[in-house]
Structure formats: C-alpha cells, structure tokens
C-alpha cells in the first residue's frame, strides 16, 4: 500500500513536471527583474534575457524545461539533453570558461556554475556588459530555487515557478522505509564513492535503497576496500553511457571480488545523463531506479 | 642492538597493519576472514616492499649523484610515469594492468631520456648533468600530459591524477608477486655495488685510483635504481619523501658505509610505508588519507628533527 502511493506520487510528480514544461507562458515585460544568485550577487536585467549562454548541462535543462530553450545561444559541449539542445552551437567545455568564445555569441545572460574559477570568469563578462548569473546545483534542493530564477530572468517566470513547486515537493518528500542497499563507486584506483552531501545518496534515498556511504558528510570520499566489503551493500551503482554496459575492469581483481556484491555482479547500470546532474528529470531518475532495484531483485 | 629494534619495529609494524583497519573484524573470525587473506595481508607485504624498494633506491642515487637532496623520483620519473598514465586513460587501453605498465613503460622512457642526457658530450653521468637533465624531462613531460589533461574530453582523466599520488588501493597478491619477482635484481646488483659506492663517495677520482670501473658503476647503479623506482610506480603510484628521508635516516643510524645501509634503508623504508598506509587506512575512517601525504606528515617533522641535530653537531 505505501509503496503504491509513494509510486503513484511519483507519477503524479513525472506528470506535473511535465505540464509544468508544457505552459510556456510569458510574464510581459514590465520594468526590471532583479534576483539574488547563489554567490549573493544582484542580478538585474532590464528586460527577459533573450540571448542566454548556458555553462552547465543542469542549466541547459532547466531552460528547456521552462520554456525559455528558444533563447539559448550558447552552451558547453555536455550538454546533449534535450536533444533540441544539440542544434545550439557548443562554446567549449566550460571548464573554465572560454570568455571570448561565450562573449562571441553576444549574451545578455550567462548562467554559471558558482565555482572558484567561474565566480573569476563572470567578473569578465561583467566588464564586457554581459550580466551573469552564479547558482550552485549540486542537490536535488537547489533545482527549485534555480528553476524559479531562472524563470524569473527569461521572462517564464510562471513557467519557472511551477517547475520550482514541482522540485521544492520532490525535495521534501520522506524518503522512503529502504528495503536494499547499494554503494556508489566513481572510480576504483583509489576507490572514490558517493557520500551524503550529495544528489546521487537523495535519489537513492527517494528510490528506496540505501547508501552505505551515507554517514560520509561531503558528497564524494576515498575510501578503501575493506569498508565497502565491511559495509556490504546489496548493489553496486555505477553511471555509464556505453550500450550494453559492460562491467568495470576492477569486477574481476581479487581484491574487489571480496566485496560480495561485486563477486555476485550485482551492478547497477545507470545512464550517466539522466543519473549524473541535478536536473528536472529527478523524477523520472528515482522512477528508473526504483524500476531496476525491482528488476533485480 | 639497534638491530634487535630494527626487526621489532618491522615485526610490530607488519602485525599492525594486518590487525588495525576500518572493517571492525573481532580477532578470531580475522583469522579465516578474506579481509585479512586477500585485502589487509597483500597490502601490508605491498607497502613494506615497496617502502623498502624506494628507501634501496634513494640511498644508491644519492651515492651516485652524491647530493642530499636526490629523490628517486627528482631524475624525471614521476613525470614520465605520470604521461604514461594519461596516455593509458586517453587511449582506453584495455585490461586491468593498462594503467601500471603505461606508467612503468612511461617510468622508463623518462629514465632512459635522462641516461641519453647523462651521457652525451661523453658527460658520463656527471650528476649536474643528471639532475639537471631529470628535471628537464619532468617538467616536458609534465607539460605533455597537462596538455592532454586540458585538450581531452575524458572526465576520467582527473581520476588518473588520483592514481598517481599514489596508494595501495590496489593490493593484491598479483602484484605482490609483480615486485618480488622483479625487485630482487636491481636489489641485488645494488647490494653487489656497496663497496664501490663506498669508494665514490670520495670522488671519482679517488674511486678510480682505487680500483672501481666509475663508469660502469655509475651505469649499473643509475638504470637499477631507476628500474627499481619505475616497479614502484607501476604498483603503488608515486609515493614521496619515503625516497629521500630514508636514506638520511639510515646514514644517521647505521653510518655510511653501503653495506649496512641497503638492508637498513630496505627495512626502515618498509616500515615507514606499512606504518603510513596502516594510518591512512585508519586514522579518518570510514574514509581514507591518500597515503603520501600520511608519508610527508610523518617524514617532515622527523626530518626537521634530523636536519637540527645534523647542523648542530
């Protein structure tokens, strides 16, 4: 019964993170709009962004998602969803930022990831008269509040709003009574997994299966083998894009097979672009989640 | 009797490591448990030969190139192996020992560029030659693999900057048979060179008049180190300090005299790297130290300690 409704708010969650994506209404242009970004800048514009520069594959999403892919002019070479995404030039990796190349594309708005080396770069796109926008993204709670900016700054603010409401709902959802475990392993030499500042160790939690690693207090840590055979996690999860997936190289050493859900190829293929960023496709990422933990079980 | 201590501290070190770790294992099941058999027991061997390796390795080249500050990993090595790495990652090498061989392979070509270097104008291996020539392909080949890092599209490339600070992560019984099938010759050929090292620590002059071939010696004990310092990359990383404050240790301990210091700087290379790994794996469980720096924390601070007592007296 509660695994029934928690299912079925999750796809009322899907649906309505659909509809929100559908009204693309928008807000007119009245006099100037003004947010606070995440490095706690005031970003004004004087009128909906209509040339926009997005610098993460998050970023790329949420603008889609709200209506406003039709004013992205520029994005980085991840970004590849929504495939409407791909006809929009690339301007590089984004990491950092090649400011003569955004600045090419003639902006009014580049949104950022708020990082060091890019909190430098919008300073100089600032001295170039091109307004940026610093927001972090690394949990499913900081979606809402950048959906709901980023609304507000593209003029889709109802839009924006309503996708917001649909990300703060998943956000605060319980998570849900685990009936499994698993472990996220990012890499394998020295083994680097998930820990619980994180998006991954959340969506877990809202799919129903535990992370072991989730008394780790930053979002990923080293440990050693030993813990993780200590731990003993029901699955291994681990982002790929290749199709089939194959399993990692290490799945055969002898050390790693001492770890019993590797010894027993209980892997958990997940695509990286649906699985690897925050995004609006949470819902849908806990929804495939819970999905294989049922398959393999 | 310092040698009675000596063996005590590679005893206590050695049962250290197989007794402490972040898998709370009560005693009597440790003992049929696959954590000691295939992961804590490999480890420790690993780290203890290849402490030994590195603290072998460190006293021969600063024998050769007779300056302090030499470090096994100063003659371009870890550059070499860190292009190695890089290249494995960027090209998708196959197969669970793509990583190591590409990083000894790339060990290797670095050294060999440095005995080129070391060599030419007939330089035989004068060690500002080497020294020089050594930091000069580091840095080249450090250029090349930043160049890579940057112009790559693999996000796995930051994870081989991760191997390459080094660690025991990778201990297994493989390659615990990798380093005791391979160390043993340049050890041995080392070992074979003490007496000869002795004499060149007066001069090569003076070594020849007594009889040493300098020049072969030279050769002999630059590409065994080398090799034995490239083995180490393969399996472990680049760990280090353990190269350079093993030696002085030693020296400090047990005199200069080579004989003596190979078997010491064997061991007391050993126990520093099991007694750090042991740290590493343990002291901020459940998450773990990258080895080197437990390495530098431990060795800078008894440095500083040796350094006082050396320029005071």
């Known amino acids: ?297 | 009797m310092k040698y009675a201590l000596l063996a005590a501290a590679v005893l206590t070190t050695l049962a250290a490591a197989l007794l402490l770790g972040p898998a709370n294992v009560p005693l009597r099941e440790l003992v049929d448990s696959p954590i000691l058999w295939q992961l804590r027991l490999p480890r420790a061997l690993l780290a203890f030969l290849v402490g030994g390796a590195l603290g072998v390795s460190g006293v021969a080249l600063q024998a050769l190139v007779r300056n302090p500050l030499a470090d096994p990993f100063l003659l371009g090595l870890s550059g070499g192996a860190g292009l190695g790495a890089v290249v494995a990652i960027a090209l998708h090498l196959p197969g669970p020992w793509a990583l190591p061989l590409a990083a000894f392979v790339g060990a290797v070509g670095a050294m060999a560029l440095v005995y080129r270097f070391g060599l030419m104008g007939g330089a035989e291996l004068d060690p500002r030659i080497l020294l020089l020539g050594g930091v000069a392909v580091g840095a080249f080949a450090a250029a090349i693999t930043t160049a890579l890092v940057s112009l790559a599209e693999a996000t796995e490339l930051r994870n081989a900057f991760l191997w390459l600070w080094g660690g025991f992560s990778g201990a297994s019984w493989t390659t615990v048979l990798v380093i005791l099938v391979y160390a043993p010759l340049p050890i041995v050929v080392l070992a074979a060179a003490a007496r000869p090292l002795d004499l060149l620590a007066l001069g090569e002059e003076p070594a020849q008049y007594l009889g040493t071939d300098v020049r072969r010696l030279k050769r002999l004990v630059y590409l065994s180190a080398s090799l034995l310092t490239a083995a180490a990359v393969a399996v472990a990383g680049v760990i280090g300090f353990v190269g350079l404050i093993v030696p002085h240790v030693c020296r400090l301990l047990w005199g200069r005299l080579h004989h003596t210091l190979f078997p010491t700087a064997f061991l007391t290379g050993g126990i520093l790297l099991a007694a750090a790994d042991t740290l590493a794996r343990t002291v901020v469980a459940p998450r773990e130290l990258p080895v080197g720096i437990v390495t530098a924390l431990l060795g800078v601070p008894l440095f500083a300690f040796l350094l006082r007592r050396w320029t005071v007296s």
Do not use: K
Not at chain 1, 191 to 214: M, T
């Open chain 1, 1 to 297: 019964m509660r695994r029934w409704v928690q299912r079925t708010h999750l796809a009322g969650l899907i649906a309505l993170t659909l509809a929100a994506c559908a009204r693309g209404e928008h807000v007119p242009a009245g006099g100037a709009f003004t947010v606070t970004d995440d490095a706690g800048r005031h970003v004004t514009l004087a009128a909906p962004a209509r040339r926009i520069v997005s610098l993460l594959p998050s970023f790329t999403e949420l603008l889609f998602a709200i209506g406003a892919g039709d004013r992205v002019v520029g994005r980085t070479t991840w970004c590849d969803y929504p495939p409407a995404a791909l006809a929009v030039p690339s301007v590089g990796d984004g990491m950092p930022p090649s400011v003569e190349a955004v600045a090419a594309r003639r902006p009014d708005l580049v949104v950022l990831y708020r990082s060091g080396p890019n909190v430098t770069a919008a300073e100089q796109f600032e001295r170039l008269g091109i307004r940026t926008i610093l927001l972090g993204l690394d949990r499913l709670e900081e979606l809402g509040p950048a959906a709901r900016r980023l609304g507000r700054l593209t003029g889709h603010a109802r839009a924006g709003d309503s996708l917001a409401a649909v990300m703060d709902s998943l956000a605060s959802q319980p998570p849900v009574p685990s009936t499994t475990s698993l472990v996220f392993i990012v890499w394998d030499n020295p083994p680097i997994v998930i820990g619980a500042g994180s998006y991954l160790d959340r969506l877990a939690a809202l799919a129903g299966a535990r992370n072991v690693f989730h008394d780790v207090r930053s979002p990923s840590a080293q440990v050693s083998i030993e813990t993780i055979v200590a731990r003993n996690p029901d699955f291994v999860a681990i982002l790929s894009d290749s199709a089939p997936p194959v399993p990692p190289r290490y799945a055969s050493r002898p050390e790693w097979r001492v770890v019993r859900a590797v010894r027993e190829r209980r892997f958990l293929f997940l695509p990286g672009q649906l699985f690897g960023r925050p995004g609006p496709r949470a819902a849908q990422a806990i929804h495939d989640l819970r999905r294989r933990l049922e398959a393999a079980r």
